[in-house]
């Protein structure tokens, strides 16, 4: 059997390789009843032949970490989609992968668990900055932002 060879598909992830350094804002919510602001550093390389994108996240507010957290980033062809696993600090064990997609510049990935839906939006613009807004709902309808972060590449 001949390995598998990463795809098209796969070299799209690549926008996400690189050190990134981050202004976050956190909007209240029952895991940080206040919100407020946070530094983010996020770290991602190509691996496993290229397969997959693999992150390293912390986050870090008044000169502390606050947050960890490790993606894997990938692509499903069984269901046409894009993957995202996300494992971090709080040990919730996410129950799958958000699944996504690209329209044109964006990468959205959805996902549901039991804590409710989940949906990330990276905007790249160019090859050294993008954002992240990251939206939260109990019904998979009415959503409230979570988290708004812009990212540069360092």
Not at 40 to 49: A, K, T, V
Not at 71 to 85: E, H, P
Not at 106 to 121: A, D, I
């Amino acid at each position: 059997m001949e390995t598998p060879k990463p795809t098209p598909h796969h070299e799209r992830l690549r926008a996400l390789v690189g050190s990134w350094k981050g202004d976050e804002k956190m909007h209240p919510s029952p895991w940080d009843p206040k919100g407020g602001t946070a530094k983010g550093f996020f770290e991602s390389r190509q691996d496993l032949d290229g397969m997959f994108v693999i992150s390293e996240y912390r986050q870090e507010r008044d000169g502390k970490v606050t947050y960890r957290g490790h993606g894997v980033f990938g692509w499903d062809s069984k269901q046409n989609a894009y993957t995202m696993y996300w494992f971090d600090s709080i040990g919730t064990d996410p129950g799958g992968p958000a699944r996504g997609k690209w329209e044109g510049d964006t990468l959205r990935f959805e996902m549901q668990n039991p804590m409710g839906h989940s949906s990330y939006e990276y905007r790249f613009q160019g090859t050294g900055r993008f954002t992240l807004a990251i939206s939260m709902s109990q019904d998979g309808k009415t959503w409230k932002p979570w988290l708004e972060s812009t990212w540069i590449r360092k």
